[in-house]
């Protein structure tokens, strides 16, 4: 089975950028779409972008203009460009992927956390 494998979480003040990867064990071309949600504690895990295959993305409103989601097919890779981030940012962040080849599963990768301090 596949794996997804988060990088790049750490602790940045506000106002601060991460870059996440979430590197897969094959081609990311095996799901419709990979994304990332973010999940903070005692919250329920929230949306954050997804991507599709054909490289078209969407974002949650409270993450628009800050965020960019990508992909380096050839790495197997979708990145998260996070910008000017705040306290409220601050979560575990986890990539998913779904449909394709796993149809109706979704792959989860173990999460990385992201502390942002005020």
């Known amino acids: 089975q596949v794996q997804l494998v988060e990088s790049g979480g750490g602790l940045v003040q506000s106002g601060g950028s991460l870059r996440l990867s979430c590197a897969a064990s094959?081609?990311?071309?095996?799901?419709?779409?990979m994304g990332w949600y973010r999940q903070a504690p005692g919250k329920q895990r929230e949306f954050v972008s997804f991507?599709?295959?054909?490289?078209?993305?969407n974002y949650a409103d409270s993450v628009k203009g800050r965020f960019t989601i990508s992909r380096d097919n050839a790495k197997n890779t979708v990145y998260l460009q996070m910008n000017s981030l705040t306290p409220e940012d601050t979560a575990v962040y986890l990539c998913?992927?779904?449909?394709?080849?796993?149809?109706?599963?979704?792959?989860w990768g173990q999460g990385t956390q992201v502390t942002v301090s005020s």
């Open positions: 998913n992927g779904a449909g394709g080849r796993y149809g109706l599963r979704t792959i």
């Open positions: 094959e081609t990311i071309f095996s799901f419709n779409a």
């Open positions: 991507i599709t295959s054909a490289g078209g993305t």
